[in-house]
Protein backbone atom coordinates (compact mmCIF):
# COMPACT_ATOMS: atom_id res chain seq x y z
CA UNK A 1 0.00 0.00 0.00
CA UNK A 2 1.17 3.63 -0.85
CA UNK A 3 0.67 6.03 1.82
CA UNK A 4 2.23 8.97 0.35
CA UNK A 5 -0.05 11.62 0.73
CA UNK A 6 -0.04 14.84 2.03
CA UNK A 7 -0.47 16.00 5.19
CA UNK A 8 -4.05 17.77 5.97
CA UNK A 9 -4.37 20.87 7.53
CA UNK A 10 -4.44 21.94 11.64
CA UNK A 11 -8.28 20.57 11.64
CA UNK A 12 -9.80 23.72 13.71
CA UNK A 13 -7.90 26.56 11.65
CA UNK A 14 -10.31 25.74 9.34
CA UNK A 15 -13.24 27.10 11.33
CA UNK A 16 -13.76 30.58 12.41
CA UNK A 17 -11.41 31.78 14.78
CA UNK A 18 -12.05 32.00 18.47
CA UNK A 19 -9.64 32.89 21.27
CA UNK A 20 -7.38 30.31 23.42
CA UNK A 21 -7.26 29.34 26.96
CA UNK A 22 -4.36 26.90 28.01
CA UNK A 23 -4.49 23.09 27.75
CA UNK A 24 -1.35 21.03 29.68
CA UNK A 25 -0.84 17.12 30.26
CA UNK A 26 1.25 15.47 32.41
CA UNK A 27 1.03 12.53 30.13
CA UNK A 28 1.91 13.91 26.43
CA UNK A 29 3.47 16.83 25.00
CA UNK A 30 2.81 18.73 21.95
CA UNK A 31 4.44 17.37 18.35
CA UNK A 32 6.32 14.75 20.53
CA UNK A 33 5.57 10.88 20.32
CA UNK A 34 3.02 9.70 22.66
CA UNK A 35 3.92 6.58 24.71
CA UNK A 36 2.97 3.41 23.63
CA UNK A 37 0.03 3.11 27.07
CA UNK A 38 -1.97 5.85 25.10
CA UNK A 39 -1.62 3.54 21.48
CA UNK A 40 -2.05 0.34 21.78
CA UNK A 41 -2.67 0.61 25.66
CA UNK A 42 -5.97 2.68 24.87
CA UNK A 43 -4.99 4.90 27.84
CA UNK A 44 -6.03 8.48 27.61
CA UNK A 45 -4.08 11.04 28.88
CA UNK A 46 -4.49 13.06 31.45
CA UNK A 47 -5.74 16.83 30.24
CA UNK A 48 -6.17 20.14 32.17
CA UNK A 49 -7.16 23.41 30.98
CA UNK A 50 -7.81 27.06 32.48
CA UNK A 51 -7.87 30.29 31.17
CA UNK A 52 -11.15 30.22 29.62
CA UNK A 53 -13.56 32.59 29.07
CA UNK A 54 -16.01 33.98 32.32
CA UNK A 55 -18.80 32.91 30.13
CA UNK A 56 -18.23 29.35 29.81
CA UNK A 57 -21.00 27.14 30.63
CA UNK A 58 -19.83 24.02 29.76
CA UNK A 59 -16.85 22.05 27.68
CA UNK A 60 -16.61 19.76 24.75
CA UNK A 61 -13.39 17.93 24.71
CA UNK A 62 -12.30 15.53 21.79
CA UNK A 63 -9.52 13.80 20.13
CA UNK A 64 -8.84 13.77 16.44
CA UNK A 65 -6.69 12.30 14.00
CA UNK A 66 -6.49 14.71 10.99
CA UNK A 67 -3.87 12.43 9.34
CA UNK A 68 -5.74 9.11 9.23
CA UNK A 69 -5.75 7.51 5.60
CA UNK A 70 -9.55 8.44 4.97
CA UNK A 71 -11.36 11.72 3.50
CA UNK A 72 -12.66 12.61 7.28
CA UNK A 73 -9.93 11.74 9.93
CA UNK A 74 -10.88 9.80 12.45
CA UNK A 75 -12.51 10.86 16.45
CA UNK A 76 -11.00 8.92 18.63
CA UNK A 77 -12.78 10.69 21.65
CA UNK A 78 -16.04 13.03 22.38
CA UNK A 79 -17.13 14.23 25.85
CA UNK A 80 -19.85 16.51 25.65
CA UNK A 81 -21.53 18.59 28.42
CA UNK A 82 -18.54 18.20 30.39
CA UNK A 83 -19.44 20.81 33.08
CA UNK A 84 -18.03 24.03 34.02
CA UNK A 85 -16.64 23.06 37.35
CA UNK A 86 -14.75 20.18 35.87
CA UNK A 87 -11.21 21.60 34.92
CA UNK A 88 -9.21 18.06 34.49
CA UNK A 89 -9.38 14.98 33.17
CA UNK A 90 -7.04 12.11 34.72
CA UNK A 91 -5.04 9.56 33.06
CA UNK A 92 -7.63 7.18 32.25
CA UNK A 93 -10.59 8.61 32.12
CA UNK A 94 -11.48 7.47 28.53
CA UNK A 95 -12.57 4.04 29.64
CA UNK A 96 -14.05 5.42 32.70
CA UNK A 97 -17.59 6.60 33.23
CA UNK A 98 -17.71 10.50 32.37
CA UNK A 99 -17.53 13.31 34.64
CA UNK A 100 -21.62 13.47 36.24
CA UNK A 101 -23.86 15.35 33.43
CA UNK A 102 -21.57 14.46 30.67
CA UNK A 103 -21.64 12.13 27.91
CA UNK A 104 -18.92 10.22 25.90
CA UNK A 105 -19.75 9.60 22.59
CA UNK A 106 -19.39 6.47 20.55
CA UNK A 107 -15.96 7.08 18.39
CA UNK A 108 -15.11 5.75 15.00
CA UNK A 109 -14.80 2.61 16.13
CA UNK A 110 -18.05 2.23 17.41
CA UNK A 111 -17.47 2.28 20.97
CA UNK A 112 -17.78 5.00 23.63
CA UNK A 113 -14.78 5.64 25.31
CA UNK A 114 -11.01 6.67 24.10
CA UNK A 115 -9.29 4.33 21.36
CA UNK A 116 -5.44 4.84 20.98
CA UNK A 117 -3.31 6.01 18.36
CA UNK A 118 -3.33 3.43 15.52
CA UNK A 119 -1.48 4.74 12.23
CA UNK A 120 -0.62 2.47 9.61
CA UNK A 121 3.21 1.39 10.02
CA UNK A 122 5.21 3.37 7.80
CA UNK A 123 2.79 5.94 7.15
CA UNK A 124 3.97 9.75 8.52
CA UNK A 125 3.67 10.65 12.11
CA UNK A 126 0.21 11.37 13.37
CA UNK A 127 -1.46 14.03 15.07
CA UNK A 128 -3.57 13.84 17.71
CA UNK A 129 -5.74 16.86 18.11
CA UNK A 130 -6.96 16.88 22.16
CA UNK A 131 -9.20 19.78 22.54
CA UNK A 132 -11.53 21.44 24.67
CA UNK A 133 -13.74 24.20 23.86
CA UNK A 134 -15.55 26.20 26.32
CA UNK A 135 -19.31 26.63 25.37
CA UNK A 136 -21.77 29.27 25.87
CA UNK A 137 -24.59 26.17 26.56
CA UNK A 138 -24.69 24.05 29.53
CA UNK A 139 -25.53 21.56 27.07
CA UNK A 140 -25.61 20.59 23.38
CA UNK A 141 -28.82 18.56 23.86
CA UNK A 142 -27.20 15.71 22.06
CA UNK A 143 -28.05 12.01 22.10
CA UNK A 144 -25.97 9.85 23.43
CA UNK A 145 -26.24 8.02 19.78
CA UNK A 146 -24.91 11.60 18.23
CA UNK A 147 -21.68 11.07 16.49
CA UNK A 148 -18.52 13.11 17.43
CA UNK A 149 -18.91 15.33 13.83
CA UNK A 150 -22.44 15.92 14.90
CA UNK A 151 -21.03 17.31 18.23
CA UNK A 152 -18.65 19.40 16.23
CA UNK A 153 -21.21 20.91 14.50
CA UNK A 154 -23.86 21.60 16.89
CA UNK A 155 -21.34 23.59 18.93
CA UNK A 156 -19.79 26.08 15.98
CA UNK A 157 -22.21 28.75 17.22
CA UNK A 158 -21.54 28.21 20.54
CA UNK A 159 -17.48 27.99 20.94
CA UNK A 160 -16.66 30.52 22.81
CA UNK A 161 -12.79 29.87 23.47
CA UNK A 162 -10.74 26.79 22.57
CA UNK A 163 -7.31 24.93 23.72
CA UNK A 164 -5.59 22.20 22.04
CA UNK A 165 -2.67 19.96 22.10
CA UNK A 166 -1.35 17.77 19.15
CA UNK A 167 1.23 15.30 20.29
CA UNK A 168 2.20 12.48 17.70
CA UNK A 169 2.81 9.13 17.21
CA UNK A 170 3.99 6.66 14.59
CA UNK A 171 5.17 2.81 13.83
Do not use: I, K
Not at 58 to 74: K, M, Q, R
Not at 136 to 148: I, K, Q, R
Not at 152 to 167: I, Y
Amino acid sequence: MNLERPVAPEPYSLLPAVPGFALRSTDVTAGEQMDERHAGGNVSPQLSWDGFPDGTRSFLVNCFDPDAPTPAGFWHWTVVDVPVAVTSLPTGAGSQPAPEGATVLRNDLGTADFTGAAPPPGDHPHRYVFAVHALDVESLGLPATATPTVAAFASLGHVLARATLAPVYSR
